[in-house]
């Protein structure tokens, strides 16, 4: 098993930055890929970005790319998802997720085994 524990998320103002954490422990050996995804009320999940974790190779969302940048720290089995130019339409629970095997596309929410408990980030205009 893996557990996930997000921190970092809070209320902000458009244009601003946040960093968001996830920290795994236990069977850290089983990660394949990280992801971010969120939330907002009354829309379904969508991607934000996800992470290959030993090729490092990086995947985001349109709406964020360019803002959003997904990294990881080895050594603390931590993946982050820095958000700068935050805007309103980013307002969401964002929920970090791993995926313990090989799969070609990160993208879709059902295919990640493990999931933190969310971090709220509101962006107010």
């Known amino acids: 098993q893996v557990q996930l524990v997000e921190s970092g998320g809070g209320l902000v103002q458009a244009g601003d930055s946040l960093r968001l954490s996830c920290a795994a422990s236990?069977?850290?050996?089983?990660?394949?890929?990280m992801g971010w995804f969120r939330q907002a009320p009354g829309k379904e999940r969508e991607f934000v970005a996800a992470?290959?974790?030993?090729?490092?190779?990086?995947y985001y969302a349109d709406s964020v790319k360019g803002r959003f940048t997904i990294f990881r720290d080895n050594a603390k089995n931590t993946v982050y998802l820095q958000m700068n130019s935050l805007k309103p339409e980013d307002t969401a629970v964002y929920y970090c997720a791993r995926r313990g095997s090989y799969i070609h596309a990160l993208t879709y929410w059902e295919e990640y085994d493990s999931w933190g408990q969310g971090t709220q980030v509101t962006v107010s205009s």
């Open positions: 992470l290959r974790w030993s090729a490092g190779s990086t």
């Open positions: 236990g069977r850290t050996f089983s990660i394949y890929a």
